[in-house]
């Protein structure tokens, strides 16, 4: 989704069908997390909703995603009264750890765009189904289950990673390294914009945080980026912190002028 540059298209489908959305880690972004039709990142590091979701669903539109096994668990108690269509632009993805009832192979974006075209001329259709009931059944398990902040002694990760979200006002680009604060900032920062969350995903790299913030700095050298990373990942290449405090962007409008980057 995010490669393919589909995430309006996304919000589009969305809107038009009043359908819930949730993401992969690697898709966070994809979809405003702030959306009423959000339900965040599923699997086994996702909210409680949207695995009650997916596994009550009766129809799975999955698009750019593997159905891997943080996703689905047992394959065999997966989803199992949902009918799916898979949209992959790698056809060696479909059906290869899920079996589909509707394969489509192409780019995201121009599958999107096409499903729209479509769907328009029905939404407005007497035999368009009342979701009204499935979207009261969400909210109930919103309430009953939901994301909360751990209380307790001591200053927790996930009370760190909710104060950053509110402090940006989630206006930042969140870079994490790998591990458990890797979920952490998955769950708890909202990410309402594509490429706005950057992590290295499945088979992580530690050490990927640092340098990654540098790059994106760099590319994007206006925008506040933020590094979420453990003390064993900043180690490994703690070295670029003199890359980041020696070396001056003169296209950066935040650039010093004594050649010491302000960022």
């Known amino acids: 989704m ?3 540059e589909a995430s309006r298209e996304l919000r589009e489908l969305a809107r038009l069908l009043d359908i819930p959305v949730t993401t992969t880690l690697m898709a966070k972004g994809a979809f405003p997390e702030t ?3 959000s339900l965040g990142m599923l699997g086994m590091h996702g909210t409680s909703y949207a695995n009650y979701v997916m596994m009550e669903s009766d129809l799975i539109v999955a698009v750019g995603a ?3 096994d943080r996703i689905t668990g047992r394959l065999d108690t997966f989803a199992t009264r949902a009918r799916k269509i898979h949209i992959d632009i790698d056809p060696a993805e479909i059906g290869k750890n899920v079996p589909v009832d509707v394969p489509i192979v192409g780019d995201a ?4 765009k096409d499903l729209i075209e479509v769907i328009k001329p029905l939404t407005g259709d ?5 979701l009204a009931p499935w979207h009261r059944q969400i909210s109930k398990w ?3 289950y939901p994301l909360l902040v751990p209380e307790g002694d001591g200053l927790k990760p996930q009370y760190v990673v909710d104060q950053i979200y509110r402090v940006t006002k989630g206006d930042a680009v969140v870079v994490t390294d790998v591990g458990q604060h890797q979920m952490w900032a998955a769950q708890f920062y909202k990410t309402t914009r594509p490429r706005h ?3 290295s995903g499945g088979l992580g790299t530690m050490g990927f945080g640092l340098p990654a913030s540098i790059g994106v700095k760099v590319g994007v050298p206006d925008a506040r980026v933020v590094n979420i990373a453990g003390d064993g990942s900043v180690q490994m290449n703690s070295q670029e912190l003199a890359t980041a405090c020696s070396t001056r962007y003169p296209w950066s409008s935040r650039s010093s002028t004594t050649g010491t980057s302000a960022w």
């Open 2 to 4: 995010i490669a393919a």
């Open 197 to 199: 969350f950057i992590s």
């Open 126 to 130: 007497s035999r368009k189904k009342d």
């Open 66 to 68: 593997r159905f891997d």
């Open 35 to 37: 959306h009423r039709l």
């Open 142 to 144: 919103k309430k009953e």
């Open 109 to 112: 974006k121009k599958v999107l």
